[in-house]
């Protein structure tokens, strides 16, 4: 199953790279991985999404939890929330194609940074998987000449907040 983990970490050298190496010493790939600062300059909040099996990723989060460097862990598809990632494209148009990227760019609401023919570039921001058929559809009408997602990006729906995942598990 796919998890999406939000980590609020501190803000230091090293952090990081404590908290990923626990899950390559585990045989885990981070799929995706989002790192920006919060409101308190101290701490930062990580963004990242693996695959694995309920049991197995609760298990790697408690053992994440007992980092000192975490401040709090919430495994977001546990609950509700919401998720979006930003895509950035950059294509290369042809005339005979320009109106149908303008259809898909209303349809999917997306929003043109630079209309040049030769570096048309859309921005978007939403579900990973309008992304990935925005991507699509966009694909097929001009030649990519870049192409960069931001990775998920998840906050809790509702009062909830991220807090020990030690203590969000003694609670339930």
């Known amino acids: ?77 546990l609950g509700d929330h919401f998720e979006r990632e930003l895509l950035i494209i950059k294509i290369k148009l042809t005339q005979k194609t320009k109106e149908k990227v303008y259809t898909a760019i209303k349809e999917y609401n997306a929003e043109v940074l630079d209309n040049s023919m030769d570096s048309f570039t859309i921005q978007l921001t939403g579900a990973r998987e309008i992304i990935d058929n925005f991507i699509g559809v966009i694909t097929t009408l001009g030649v990519v000449q870049a192409l960069a997602r931001s990775g998920s990006v998840s906050v809790t729906k509702g009062e909830i907040i991220l807090s020990s995942y030690a203590n969000q598990n003694l609670s339930s």
């Not at 995706?32 to 919060?38: D, E, R, Y």
């Open 1 to 77: 199953m796919r998890h999406v983990i939000s980590v609020i970490l501190q803000n230091e050298v090293g952090a990081l790279t404590r908290m990923t190496g626990l899950f390559s010493t585990r045989g885990y790939n981070i799929e995706s991985l989002n790192v920006a600062p919060t409101d308190d300059v101290n701490l930062s909040r990580v963004t990242l999404v693996i695959t694995g099996s309920d049991g197995a990723i609760a298990q790697l989060n408690s053992q994440l939890s007992k980092l000192v460097d975490v401040v709090g862990i919430n495994d977001m598809t």
